[in-house]
């Protein structure tokens, strides 16, 4: 697999990671069992990146991902990075104090099995958290107390983004980019190239949207957010299919995979403009071992045509841009 040197992290990075919210909840049921099968299959085909955070059934993510790093002898192959301060209840600014931070990471690293964590990140925290000093110089503590290898912020807009890259320390940057969402692209990603900084690509095939599997009479389980979630009732809408109208992200999907390569499915296409445009890893969610291999396998194709890359954007300018550019 392809892989990036980030300065801040003092690591390479594969481009193709994988995210671990579906092994905790909220995209309907996937067993202990099952978990363990999808972590060994994409480790197995060349993922070394896994991100969880402490909120994913409630620490069910991250001690999944603990139990699959302990059973495996090449351990320091793997970067785990998981995410902390959406437990706060409620999810307020006040809430993210160095004793919170110390608590949360304490609860982490215990249900990774491990005494440091390799990249803690603020899961998504009010805007205020982010520009508040007093974040960054807890963070900054917690490393300083071998607590965590290294820091990053995951954040839901372009100007946050671009707010956390002025921090010293800071190692990764988590964001939404995708054929969907292709803001970041244009302001965030060189600038982190320049600063050695990660970015992470979060919802990389839109909630499922660019798999090309879904019609406009797809249904989802109760207790997965692309049901609950799709006017915003839980958190970020723009978590739930990138923000975008459901109808309207799959007639938009259609047209993308109507230009996939021969040999190639819609996802991998997805992926692989990802990674094409520059970020340091996508890291998409897996159901299934057959996903978690054929998302590994991009890190392993080749360069998109430019026309392919053209008509991505034309769909995105023509369809989706008016809905999620803006607020984003």
Known sequence: MRSTSVTKLGRAVGEIGMGCWQLGADWGDVSDELSQEILGAAADAGVTLFDTADVYGDGRSERAVGAFIASRADRDRFLVATKMGRRSDPHVASAYTLDAFRAWTDRSRQNLGVDTLDLIQLHCPPT????????????????????????????????????????????????????????????????????????????????????GKYDESTTFAANDHRTYNREGAAFDVGETFSGVPFELGVRAAREVAAVVPEGWTTSQLALRWLTQSGVTAAIPGARTVEQAVTNAAVGDLPSLPDDVMAELARIYNDSIREHVHARW
């Open 128 to 211: 205020e958290v982010l520009k508040n000093p007093e974040t960054f110089d807890a963070l900054r503590s917690l490393q300083d107390e071998g607590v965590v290898r290294a820091w990053g912020a995951s954040v839901e807009t372009v100007d946050e983004a671009l707010h956390v890259l002025g921090e010293e320390g800071l190692a990764s940057i988590q964001i939404i980019v995708n054929v969907f969402r292709r803001k970041p692209l244009e302001v965030v990603i060189g600038r982190a190239a320049d600063a050695g900084v990660a970015i992470l690509a979060r919802v990389p095939l839109a909630s499922g949207l660019l798999s």
